[in-house]
C-alpha cells in the first residue's frame, strides 16, 4: 500500500490556521451520546405505554378542572384569579415562580396569544415583558395597535429551560384561554409563533406557511368567534432581523382588518 504523500508543512500551516480560528478539538460529523445505555425494546416499550396512559389520565382530570374554574371566572380578573389557584398544570413544579397571566387593556379589539412565559416574565408576572416583548410592543405600536390589545399565553407558568410547552402542558391550560377569548371578545387575535398558531387552530402546518393568511378562531361550545392571523415570533425576529418585513406586513394586516370590520 502506499501512503499518499504528506506535505508536513502545509499540515502544520493547516492546523494552526484551525487552531487561530478557534477550532481545538476534533469531532466526528454525528453526536455519540456515551451516557445512554439502551434499555431492551420490550421493557422501552412498557414504560412509554404506561407513562402514556399516567399522563394521559392526570391531564385528563386537570382539563376537567381548568374548565371547570374557567366557567366560572365571569371577569379576566377572577380569571387571572383562578389561573394563579389552579394546580394542575405539570409546569408549575417544574421551577416556575409564580403564574403569568396577562397584561394590555381588558377591553382590547385584539387578543394576542403568545407561546409562554420566559425568564423576564416569570420573574415580573406578565407576558412579554423581555426583550421580545419590547421588540414586539414597538411593531405593535408602529401600526398603529398600541393600547388596543390584550397579551396572554398559551401557558402561564415558565417551562424549564424556555422550552417550547407540550400540546399536553398547552391542553391543560387551554380552557383558561378560550375563557380569556369569550370574556374578551376580541375583533381579532394576534397568534404570535408556530407554537401559539399550532395549539388555537389546532393544525400542523409550519409558521412560515401559516404566517399572514387569517383563520377563523371559533370556539366548540359558544357562539364565540374571531378573525385569527398566525405571525412569527418576535424571538425568531431578534435572531432574523430580515423576517420582520413579513410580521410588518402582517401588523398591517391585522390594522386593516380592525378598520374593515369597525
Ligand atoms: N415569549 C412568549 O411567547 N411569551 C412571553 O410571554 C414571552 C416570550
Keep these: 500500500m502506499t501512503l499518499p504523500h504528506l506535505d508536513t508543512a502545509a499540515a502544520e500551516s493547516l492546523l494552526a490556521f484551525w487552531r487561530d480560528a478557534g477550532v481545538d478539538a476534533c469531532f466526528e460529523d454525528a453526536p455519540v451520546d456515551r451516557t445512554h445505555v439502551a434499555p431492551p425494546p420490550a421493557i422501552k416499550a412498557v414504560a412509554r ?21 374557567a366557567a366560572g371566572a365571569d371577569t379576566l380578573e377572577a380569571l387571572g384569579a383562578a389561573i394563579t389557584g389552579f394546580e394542575g398544570c405539570p409546569l408549575r413544579g417544574m421551577g416556575a415562580q409564580q403564574a403569568v397571566f396577562c397584561r394590555g387593556n381588558p377591553q382590547a379589539e385584539v387578543l394576542v396569544i403568545g407561546e409562554g412565559p420566559g425568564a423576564e416574565e416569570d420573574a415580573r408576572g406578565q407576558p412579554f415583558v423581555g426583550k421580545a416583548g419590547k421588540l414586539l410592543d414597538r411593531m405593535l405600536a408602529e401600526a398603529g395597535l398600541e393600547g388596543r390589545v390584550f397579551i396572554t399565553n398559551t401557558v402561564f407558568w415558565r417551562p424549564p429551560g424556555n422550552r417550547t410547552p407540550t400540546p399536553a402542558e398547552q391542553a391543560v391550560c387551554a380552557p383558561f384561554v378560550e375563557r380569556a377569548f369569550v370574556l374578551l371578545k ?77
Design 49 to 69: 405505554a404506561t407513562a402514556s396512559i399516567v399522563a394521559t389520565a392526570h391531564s385528563g382530570d386537570a382539563v376537567a378542572e381548568a374548565r371547570r374554574l
Design 186 to 262: 376580541p375583533k381579532a387575535v394576534l397568534l404570535v409563533g408556530a407554537a401559539a398558531s399550532k395549539s388555537v387552530l389546532g393544525v400542523d402546518e409550519g409558521i412560515m406557511r401559516l404566517r399572514g393568511q387569517w383563520k377563523e378562531w371559533r370556539l366548540a361550545e359558544g357562539a364565540v368567534s374571531a378573525p385569527a392571523l398566525p405571525t412569527l415570533h418576535p424571538a425568531f425576529l431578534l435572531r432574523q432581523p430580515l423576517a420582520k418585513r413579513q410580521v410588518w406586513a402582517d401588523l398591517l394586516s391585522l390594522a386593516a382588518r380592525l378598520q374593515v370590520d369597525g
